[in-house]
């Protein structure tokens, strides 16, 4: 089932979308070291003396994880790193942790899940069985959290692995953490459409939002292996959430390129594509598309 947000109103929006959809019911299995070794480091942007005082800013997912300093004077990330692994185990949220704890010593400490066990519901209806919600994806090994999003009247409750919960916070004592749907559904992404499917890449996952009338009405994270997935699943999105496709925006950002494939499949269904446009935050030393970035910008930009 697909969490769906209705205004004044809670209800589960089931899209029966033909593929297998990824990290429905269940969070990443934590194998060994031997059983997973694929750590790859595919960006490494900025080598500059980081100032103390700045905020450690980390997405960490199932098959990624992006890290950098935001130095929120000059509102610039610094020197960051997207490392990208099969399976997350143990040996390699140490590998990933011991690299950033050698950065600098930092002010303050944001962690932001982008694991997809995710709901987000009304705050009223929030209050009225918080542990309904805060248990409906729990299972094994896993840590209930929440973020308060009251411009959208929404709370944001999620699950986040216990092991790496507490590897972090051996390393970060004060670390604080947040969810990957609160500053994609908070932060403006440059366009005023009132329907538009917003639509993240990683490696292999794509996570998408749907704002329509000023709601919030999907928010999910599926797995694709070529282009025709994502066609797929966004015009089932389209269809079942019952918006006009020609007026509907597609707002891109990720690790998508406009000269890709993928790229030239979605203006072929699809009339309105377009690439987010970045806060009022920017990367030292990048010459890399801004889209790229912008869930690390939008994070830095709920500083």
């Known amino acids: 089932m697909s969490p769906a947000y ?23 299995e934590i194998r060994t070291l031997q059983q997973s070794q694929n ?103 896993t840590v209930a959290l929440r973020d308060v999003i009251p411009e959208w009247e929404l709370v944001n409750s999620y699950q986040f692995p216990t092991p790496l919960y507490k590897n972090i916070l051996a390393v970060f004592p004060l670390a604080c953490f947040s969810h990957m749907y609160t500053p994609a559904i908070k932060i403006y992404n440059g366009y005023a459409a009132e329907s538009q499917v917003t639509v993240y890449f990683t490696p292999a996952n794509f996570r998408v939002i749907v704002k329509n009338k000023g709601q919030v009405q999907l928010a999910q994270v599926y797995r694709y292996s070529v282009p025709l997935d994502v066609v797929y699943y966004l015009l089932k999105i389209v269809q079942e959430i019952g918006l006009v496709k020609d007026d509907t925006f597609i707002i891109l950002s990720g690790l998508i390129e406009q000269d890709s494939a993928l790229y030239k499949e979605l203006h072929q269904y699809f009339l309105n594509v377009h690439f987010a446009l970045p806060p009022n935050v920017s990367l030292v030393n990048n010459e890399l598309p801004e889209h790229f970035f912008i869930s690390m910008y939008n994070l830095a930009a709920c500083e």
């Open 6 to 28: 209705i205004k004044g109103d809670f209800k589960i929006l089931e899209l029966m979308l033909g593929f297998k959809r990824w990290g429905a019911t269940e969070l990443p």
């Open 39 to 141: 750590l790859k480091t595919i960006f490494s942007i900025g080598d500059v003396q980081i100032i103390n005082g700045s905020t450690l800013l980390c997405e960490w997912g199932e098959d990624y994880c992006c890290f950098a300093a935001y130095d929120r004077q000059t509102k610039k990330l610094q020197n960051l790193q997207y490392i990208t692994f099969e399976c997350l185990t143990d040996s390699i949220s140490d590998n990933i942790l011991g690299q950033i704890k050698e950065e600098t010593e930092y002010d303050k400490i944001l962690f932001c899940s982008c694991f997809s066990q995710a709901t987000l519901v009304p705050i009223k209806t929030y209050k009225q069985d918080i542990l309904f919600f805060e248990n409906l994806y729990k299972e094994k090994n």
